[in-house]
Protein backbone atom coordinates (compact mmCIF):
# COMPACT_ATOMS: atom_id res chain seq x y z
CA UNK A 1 0.00 0.00 0.00
CA UNK A 2 0.87 3.64 -0.92
CA UNK A 3 -0.44 6.64 0.25
CA UNK A 4 0.15 10.41 0.36
CA UNK A 5 -0.54 12.69 3.27
CA UNK A 6 -0.88 16.26 3.05
CA UNK A 7 -0.01 18.23 5.79
CA UNK A 8 1.23 16.46 8.95
CA UNK A 9 4.12 17.31 11.47
CA UNK A 10 5.61 15.19 14.60
CA UNK A 11 5.64 18.00 17.21
CA UNK A 12 7.94 16.36 19.70
CA UNK A 13 9.20 13.04 20.87
CA UNK A 14 9.94 11.52 24.48
CA UNK A 15 11.74 8.37 25.05
CA UNK A 16 11.38 6.84 28.53
CA UNK A 17 14.01 4.17 29.50
CA UNK A 18 14.07 1.96 32.51
CA UNK A 19 16.21 2.38 35.47
CA UNK A 20 17.33 -1.39 35.34
CA UNK A 21 20.93 -1.70 33.43
CA UNK A 22 22.50 -4.81 32.45
CA UNK A 23 25.90 -4.87 30.63
CA UNK A 24 27.09 -7.57 27.81
CA UNK A 25 30.04 -8.21 29.82
CA UNK A 26 28.10 -9.34 32.96
CA UNK A 27 25.58 -10.61 30.92
CA UNK A 28 28.73 -13.10 29.39
CA UNK A 29 28.86 -15.16 32.72
CA UNK A 30 25.44 -16.46 32.72
CA UNK A 31 25.28 -18.41 29.04
CA UNK A 32 27.51 -20.92 27.95
CA UNK A 33 29.66 -19.29 25.32
CA UNK A 34 33.43 -18.97 25.75
CA UNK A 35 35.01 -15.51 26.11
CA UNK A 36 36.23 -15.06 22.68
CA UNK A 37 32.81 -15.66 21.28
CA UNK A 38 30.62 -13.64 23.20
CA UNK A 39 33.57 -10.61 22.44
CA UNK A 40 32.71 -11.48 18.88
CA UNK A 41 28.70 -10.78 19.57
CA UNK A 42 29.72 -7.57 20.99
CA UNK A 43 32.04 -6.51 18.42
CA UNK A 44 29.89 -7.57 15.59
CA UNK A 45 26.39 -7.33 16.51
CA UNK A 46 27.10 -3.71 18.82
CA UNK A 47 25.84 -5.45 22.32
CA UNK A 48 27.06 -3.28 25.17
CA UNK A 49 24.30 -2.20 27.38
CA UNK A 50 20.17 -2.74 27.61
CA UNK A 51 17.31 -1.52 29.90
CA UNK A 52 14.16 -4.06 31.10
CA UNK A 53 11.37 -2.40 33.13
CA UNK A 54 11.12 -3.87 37.04
CA UNK A 55 8.79 -7.08 37.22
CA UNK A 56 5.66 -4.71 38.67
CA UNK A 57 5.72 -1.86 35.91
CA UNK A 58 2.90 -2.06 33.02
CA UNK A 59 2.85 -0.42 30.03
CA UNK A 60 0.18 2.67 30.92
CA UNK A 61 1.67 3.22 34.25
CA UNK A 62 5.37 4.40 32.40
CA UNK A 63 2.42 6.75 29.77
CA UNK A 64 0.75 8.09 31.86
CA UNK A 65 3.72 9.29 34.04
CA UNK A 66 5.86 10.28 30.71
CA UNK A 67 1.92 12.29 29.67
CA UNK A 68 1.86 14.05 33.14
CA UNK A 69 5.56 15.37 32.69
CA UNK A 70 4.72 16.92 29.57
CA UNK A 71 1.58 18.17 31.16
CA UNK A 72 3.49 19.76 33.83
CA UNK A 73 6.39 21.19 31.65
CA UNK A 74 3.85 22.87 29.32
CA UNK A 75 5.00 20.78 26.55
CA UNK A 76 1.64 19.24 25.75
CA UNK A 77 -2.06 20.31 27.12
CA UNK A 78 -4.72 17.69 28.33
CA UNK A 79 -7.55 19.64 25.90
CA UNK A 80 -5.39 19.20 22.81
CA UNK A 81 -5.44 15.68 22.57
CA UNK A 82 -8.19 14.25 19.80
CA UNK A 83 -7.00 10.77 19.99
CA UNK A 84 -4.47 7.86 21.95
CA UNK A 85 -3.31 5.49 19.55
CA UNK A 86 -1.23 2.76 21.43
CA UNK A 87 1.27 0.12 19.32
CA UNK A 88 2.09 -2.96 21.32
CA UNK A 89 2.70 -6.28 21.61
CA UNK A 90 2.22 -6.14 25.77
CA UNK A 91 -1.06 -4.49 26.77
CA UNK A 92 -2.19 -3.88 30.13
CA UNK A 93 -5.28 -6.05 29.90
CA UNK A 94 -6.76 -8.36 26.80
CA UNK A 95 -9.73 -6.07 26.95
CA UNK A 96 -10.39 -3.10 27.19
CA UNK A 97 -7.76 -0.90 24.96
CA UNK A 98 -4.52 -0.01 27.47
CA UNK A 99 -5.45 3.58 25.28
CA UNK A 100 -8.77 3.36 27.41
CA UNK A 101 -6.81 2.47 30.20
CA UNK A 102 -4.28 6.15 29.90
CA UNK A 103 -7.37 8.15 29.35
CA UNK A 104 -9.41 7.44 32.35
CA UNK A 105 -6.48 7.61 34.52
CA UNK A 106 -5.56 11.08 32.95
CA UNK A 107 -9.24 11.68 33.34
CA UNK A 108 -9.30 12.97 29.20
CA UNK A 109 -12.05 14.11 27.42
CA UNK A 110 -14.99 11.28 26.68
CA UNK A 111 -14.84 12.35 23.33
CA UNK A 112 -11.30 11.43 22.47
CA UNK A 113 -10.58 8.22 19.93
CA UNK A 114 -8.49 5.81 21.23
CA UNK A 115 -7.34 2.43 20.20
CA UNK A 116 -4.57 -0.05 20.33
CA UNK A 117 -2.42 -1.67 17.69
CA UNK A 118 0.00 -4.60 17.51
CA UNK A 119 2.22 -4.56 14.65
CA UNK A 120 5.96 -4.88 16.42
CA UNK A 121 9.02 -3.76 14.32
CA UNK A 122 6.74 -1.54 12.19
CA UNK A 123 4.88 -0.68 15.07
CA UNK A 124 5.97 3.06 15.17
CA UNK A 125 5.53 4.01 11.61
CA UNK A 126 1.95 2.11 11.30
CA UNK A 127 1.00 4.14 14.37
CA UNK A 128 1.98 7.31 12.62
CA UNK A 129 -0.38 6.06 9.56
CA UNK A 130 -3.42 5.70 12.26
CA UNK A 131 -2.11 9.10 13.54
CA UNK A 132 -2.23 10.43 9.72
CA UNK A 133 -5.63 8.92 9.49
CA UNK A 134 -7.17 10.76 12.08
CA UNK A 135 -5.65 14.12 12.01
CA UNK A 136 -7.48 14.18 8.62
CA UNK A 137 -10.88 14.54 10.41
CA UNK A 138 -12.72 17.87 11.03
CA UNK A 139 -11.45 19.21 14.19
CA UNK A 140 -9.04 16.84 15.02
CA UNK A 141 -5.66 18.60 17.17
CA UNK A 142 -2.89 16.47 17.81
CA UNK A 143 -3.23 13.13 18.58
CA UNK A 144 -0.63 10.65 20.64
CA UNK A 145 1.15 7.88 19.39
CA UNK A 146 2.30 5.60 22.46
CA UNK A 147 4.66 3.01 21.37
CA UNK A 148 6.53 0.48 23.53
CA UNK A 149 6.51 -2.98 24.94
CA UNK A 150 7.33 -4.49 28.60
CA UNK A 151 7.85 -7.53 27.17
CA UNK A 152 11.64 -8.05 29.19
CA UNK A 153 10.73 -8.77 32.59
CA UNK A 154 12.51 -11.52 34.07
CA UNK A 155 15.35 -12.09 31.32
CA UNK A 156 16.84 -15.37 30.65
CA UNK A 157 20.43 -14.21 30.60
CA UNK A 158 21.37 -17.64 29.47
CA UNK A 159 19.51 -17.06 25.93
CA UNK A 160 22.21 -15.72 23.95
CA UNK A 161 19.60 -16.00 20.75
CA UNK A 162 17.55 -12.88 21.49
CA UNK A 163 18.29 -12.01 24.83
CA UNK A 164 21.62 -9.80 23.87
CA UNK A 165 19.48 -7.55 21.74
CA UNK A 166 16.52 -7.09 23.92
CA UNK A 167 15.58 -3.96 25.59
CA UNK A 168 12.25 -2.06 26.90
CA UNK A 169 11.34 1.18 26.00
CA UNK A 170 8.50 3.53 25.93
CA UNK A 171 7.92 6.45 23.76
CA UNK A 172 5.25 9.36 23.39
CA UNK A 173 5.37 10.93 20.43
CA UNK A 174 3.13 13.90 19.51
CA UNK A 175 1.40 14.37 16.06
CA UNK A 176 -0.74 17.17 14.12
CA UNK A 177 -1.57 19.31 11.16
CA UNK A 178 1.12 21.18 10.10
CA UNK A 179 3.22 21.82 7.13
CA UNK A 180 4.84 18.44 5.81
CA UNK A 181 3.50 16.14 3.67
CA UNK A 182 4.21 12.10 4.28
CA UNK A 183 4.86 9.26 1.66
CA UNK A 184 3.69 6.12 3.53
CA UNK A 185 4.54 2.76 2.11
CA UNK A 186 4.50 -0.44 3.59
CA UNK A 187 4.27 -4.05 2.28
CA UNK A 188 3.45 -7.14 4.32
CA UNK A 189 4.88 -10.42 3.43
CA UNK A 190 2.26 -12.72 5.35
CA UNK A 191 3.69 -16.54 4.48
CA UNK A 192 6.74 -15.96 6.34
CA UNK A 193 5.42 -14.65 9.64
CA UNK A 194 6.84 -17.82 11.39
CA UNK A 195 10.74 -16.12 10.78
CA UNK A 196 9.78 -13.98 13.78
CA UNK A 197 6.69 -15.78 16.72
CA UNK A 198 5.84 -15.03 20.09
CA UNK A 199 3.71 -18.76 20.23
CA UNK A 200 1.78 -18.03 23.12
CA UNK A 201 -0.72 -16.45 25.47
CA UNK A 202 -2.86 -16.22 22.22
CA UNK A 203 -6.18 -18.14 22.16
CA UNK A 204 -5.19 -20.56 19.48
CA UNK A 205 -3.14 -23.55 20.95
CA UNK A 206 0.05 -24.21 18.81
CA UNK A 207 0.34 -28.17 17.67
CA UNK A 208 2.36 -30.45 18.19
CA UNK A 209 4.83 -29.48 15.03
CA UNK A 210 4.45 -25.82 15.56
CA UNK A 211 6.03 -26.66 19.22
CA UNK A 212 8.52 -28.77 18.14
CA UNK A 213 9.57 -26.27 15.28
CA UNK A 214 9.50 -23.40 17.25
CA UNK A 215 11.68 -25.33 20.03
CA UNK A 216 14.52 -26.28 17.42
CA UNK A 217 17.89 -24.95 17.20
CA UNK A 218 16.89 -22.94 14.31
CA UNK A 219 15.02 -20.82 16.67
CA UNK A 220 17.47 -20.68 19.06
CA UNK A 221 16.67 -24.18 20.64
CA UNK A 222 14.49 -23.03 23.68
CA UNK A 223 11.06 -24.97 24.30
CA UNK A 224 9.43 -22.63 26.44
CA UNK A 225 6.59 -20.82 24.35
CA UNK A 226 5.89 -17.62 26.09
CA UNK A 227 9.19 -16.21 24.86
CA UNK A 228 9.54 -14.79 20.88
CA UNK A 229 11.19 -17.34 19.35
CA UNK A 230 13.58 -16.20 15.92
CA UNK A 231 15.07 -17.76 12.62
CA UNK A 232 17.77 -15.52 12.79
CA UNK A 233 18.71 -16.32 9.14
CA UNK A 234 15.14 -16.06 7.94
CA UNK A 235 15.01 -12.57 9.39
CA UNK A 236 18.54 -11.45 8.03
CA UNK A 237 17.44 -12.49 4.62
CA UNK A 238 14.41 -10.49 4.84
CA UNK A 239 16.32 -7.34 5.73
CA UNK A 240 18.91 -7.88 3.02
CA UNK A 241 16.74 -9.09 0.44
CA UNK A 242 13.80 -7.70 0.43
CA UNK A 243 14.29 -4.12 2.59
CA UNK A 244 16.15 -2.75 0.33
CA UNK A 245 14.01 -3.29 -2.63
CA UNK A 246 11.16 -2.21 -0.81
CA UNK A 247 13.05 1.23 0.46
CA UNK A 248 13.93 2.17 -3.18
CA UNK A 249 10.07 1.73 -3.95
CA UNK A 250 9.02 4.13 -1.11
CA UNK A 251 11.95 6.64 -2.32
CA UNK A 252 10.62 6.15 -5.89
CA UNK A 253 6.94 6.60 -4.71
CA UNK A 254 8.06 9.55 -2.31
CA UNK A 255 9.97 11.29 -5.30
CA UNK A 256 12.98 11.78 -3.75
CA UNK A 257 16.86 10.62 -4.40
CA UNK A 258 18.45 8.89 -1.77
CA UNK A 259 21.00 11.22 -1.80
CA UNK A 260 18.57 14.14 -1.15
CA UNK A 261 17.89 12.61 2.27
CA UNK A 262 19.44 13.60 5.23
CA UNK A 263 18.90 10.88 7.88
CA UNK A 264 17.32 7.38 6.92
CA UNK A 265 16.06 6.29 11.14
CA UNK A 266 15.34 2.25 10.78
CA UNK A 267 14.46 0.31 13.04
CA UNK A 268 17.22 -1.07 15.20
CA UNK A 269 17.60 -4.96 15.40
CA UNK A 270 20.98 -4.91 16.32
CA UNK A 271 24.20 -2.78 15.01
CA UNK A 272 25.34 -5.29 11.96
CA UNK A 273 21.90 -5.51 10.54
CA UNK A 274 21.42 -2.06 9.81
CA UNK A 275 25.30 -1.23 8.93
CA UNK A 276 24.81 -3.60 6.48
CA UNK A 277 21.45 -2.08 4.91
CA UNK A 278 22.82 1.16 4.96
CA UNK A 279 26.02 -0.11 2.76
CA UNK A 280 23.46 -2.14 0.61
CA UNK A 281 21.90 1.20 0.15
CA UNK A 282 24.85 2.97 -0.34
CA UNK A 283 23.89 5.47 2.45
CA UNK A 284 26.53 6.90 5.02
CA UNK A 285 26.86 5.51 8.76
CA UNK A 286 26.27 9.56 9.64
CA UNK A 287 23.04 9.28 8.03
CA UNK A 288 22.16 5.82 9.37
CA UNK A 289 22.24 5.48 12.72
CA UNK A 290 22.70 2.11 14.52
CA UNK A 291 23.52 2.44 17.94
CA UNK A 292 20.52 2.02 19.70
CA UNK A 293 20.79 -1.49 20.58
CA UNK A 294 24.38 -0.46 21.99
CA UNK A 295 22.76 1.50 24.34
CA UNK A 296 19.42 0.25 25.12
CA UNK A 297 18.75 -2.96 23.17
CA UNK A 298 15.84 -3.24 20.78
CA UNK A 299 12.81 -2.30 21.77
CA UNK A 300 10.60 -3.53 19.37
CA UNK A 301 7.89 -0.81 18.05
CA UNK A 302 10.09 2.79 19.90
CA UNK A 303 13.36 1.89 18.32
CA UNK A 304 12.70 4.65 16.07
CA UNK A 305 11.13 7.04 17.96
CA UNK A 306 14.71 6.68 20.55
CA UNK A 307 17.24 6.23 17.52
CA UNK A 308 15.69 9.87 16.86
CA UNK A 309 15.76 10.83 20.17
CA UNK A 310 19.57 9.47 21.29
CA UNK A 311 21.15 10.65 18.14
CA UNK A 312 19.10 13.95 16.68
CA UNK A 313 17.71 15.67 19.27
CA UNK A 314 19.58 19.12 19.09
CA UNK A 315 18.93 18.87 14.83
CA UNK A 316 15.29 18.01 15.62
CA UNK A 317 14.65 20.82 18.16
CA UNK A 318 16.72 23.49 16.42
CA UNK A 319 15.88 25.87 13.41
CA UNK A 320 16.06 23.57 11.03
CA UNK A 321 13.87 20.94 8.91
CA UNK A 322 15.54 17.43 7.57
CA UNK A 323 14.54 14.97 4.60
CA UNK A 324 14.30 11.81 6.65
CA UNK A 325 13.06 8.00 5.82
CA UNK A 326 11.79 6.22 8.42
CA UNK A 327 11.25 2.64 8.55
CA UNK A 328 9.87 -0.50 10.75
CA UNK A 329 11.32 -3.65 9.93
CA UNK A 330 10.37 -7.31 11.38
CA UNK A 331 7.72 -9.53 12.62
CA UNK A 332 4.77 -9.65 10.38
CA UNK A 333 7.02 -10.06 7.90
CA UNK A 334 5.84 -6.49 7.56
CA UNK A 335 7.59 -3.74 6.36
CA UNK A 336 6.18 0.37 6.69
CA UNK A 337 7.90 3.48 6.00
CA UNK A 338 7.56 7.37 5.64
CA UNK A 339 9.12 9.72 3.65
CA UNK A 340 8.71 13.41 5.60
CA UNK A 341 10.31 15.98 6.70
CA UNK A 342 11.24 16.67 10.31
CA UNK A 343 12.32 19.33 12.74
CA UNK A 344 11.43 22.36 14.61
CA UNK A 345 10.14 19.96 17.51
CA UNK A 346 8.64 20.98 20.45
CA UNK A 347 10.46 19.02 22.35
CA UNK A 348 12.80 16.05 21.86
CA UNK A 349 14.43 14.31 24.96
CA UNK A 350 15.02 10.66 26.76
CA UNK A 351 14.47 10.12 30.21
CA UNK A 352 15.66 7.46 32.67
CA UNK A 353 12.72 6.39 34.54
CA UNK A 354 12.17 4.70 38.36
CA UNK A 355 9.98 2.25 36.60
Known amino acids: MKTKF ?22 MKFNSLSQKQNLKLKNTMGYDRHRFFKDETYLSQVAIYGLNRLFEKGLLKKEEISALVVATTTPDFLMPATANLIAG ?4 SSEIFCMDTNQQCAGFINGLFQAFMLL ?16 CKNPDRS ?22 DAFFHCVTDAKDYDALVFPAMGFRKPTNEEKAKFSSSKYGGRDCLPRI ?11 MQNVPKYIAQSLA ?3 A ?9 FHQPNKFMVDKLAQKLGVSSQKAPSNVVTFYGNSNSSTIPVCIAHNAKEQMTGGDIYKCMLAGFGAGL ?3 SIVTSLGKFDFCDTVITDF
Open 159 to 180: DTSSYPLAGDAICITVVENGEN
Open 229 to 239: HMDGQAVFQYV
Open 257 to 265: DKDELDYYF
Open 105 to 108: ELNL
Open 253 to 255: YAG
Open 6 to 27: FGKKISGILALLPQTEYKFEDD
Open 334 to 336: NYA
Open 136 to 151: NNEGAKKVVLITGDVI
